[in-house]
């Protein structure tokens, strides 16, 4: 069971926009930064939002975060095939003293 | 260019040990936070240590607290995260990451608990 809540799955079809939440709670999202990963099949994690809704560079501006409370979403516009992937959102939790992420979420692109 | 290469991995039996060993370059290694991220067979990410940049702070996951020890050597830009008292849930592929917005990942090393 993770301390941040992520649905297991969502889908929409190519050029359609998409939305992942992420639920966690006071001691975590809600006084911490949340960051947004995504994970292709078989490769590492990359950093697709930090600080709750920035964007390292060479990331595309469809993609893009927003936290409120103690919730966040990542939102991705003008689905592409590639973005078939594994989604998850994670930052420190200031009670554990630790690090947490969401289960994850696998975007299917119809 | 920055770069992240774990090493270490392997086959251990339960109750074994291994040292899983991270090298930095491309970056200023001494001043970052650090961290160990896993990711067990079809499973989703789970946070295992972080230090601080000068080895003053570490953290841990409360599976791992007491049999893993994470540390690091500035001058040899190297993370290090050593593993006692292995057990079969510790098999995962194990990241090193930079920073705690865990921003550069490596690009793991397998570790199987297995008899």
């Known amino acids: 069971q993770s301390v941040l809540t992520q649905p297991p799955s969502v889908s929409a079809a190519p050029g359609q926009k998409v939305t992942i939440s992420c639920s966690g709670s006071?001691?975590?999202?809600?006084?911490?930064?949340v960051c947004w990963y995504q994970q292709l099949p078989g490769t590492a994690p990359k950093l697709l939002i930090y600080?709750?809704?920035k964007r390292p560079s060479g990331i595309p501006d469809r993609f893009s975060g927003s936290k409120s409370g103690t919730s966040a979403t990542l939102g991705i516009t003008g689905l592409q095939t590639g973005d078939e992937a594994d989604y998850y959102c994670?930052?420190?939790?200031?009670?554990?003293?630790?690090?947490?992420f969401g289960g994850g979420t696998k975007l299917t692109v119809l | 260019e920055m770069q992240l290469v774990e090493s270490g991995g392997g086959l251990v039996q339960p109750g074994g040990s291994l040292r899983l060993s991270c090298a930095a370059s491309?970056?200023?290694?001494?001043?970052?936070?650090m961290s160990w991220v896993r990711q067990a067979p079809g499973k989703g990410l789970e946070w295992v240590a972080n230090?601080?940049?000068?080895?003053?702070?570490?953290y841990y996951v409360d599976s791992v607290k007491g049999r893993f020890t994470i540390s690091r050597d500035n001058a040899k830009n190297s993370l290090y995260l050593q593993m006692n008292s292995l057990r079969d849930e510790d098999t995962a592929v194990y990241y090193c990451?930079?920073?705690?917005?865990?921003?550069?990942w490596g690009q793991g090393t397998l570790v199987t608990v297995s008899s």
């Open positions: 600080d709750n809704n």
């Open positions: 006071s001691s975590n999202i809600g006084n911490n930064y």
């Open positions: 491309g970056f200023t290694f001494s001043s970052l936070w």
């Open positions: 230090i601080k940049q000068d080895g003053s702070e570490k």
């Open positions: 990451a930079r920073k705690n917005s865990w921003d550069h």
């Open positions: 994670g930052t420190w939790d200031s009670s554990l003293s630790a690090g947490v």
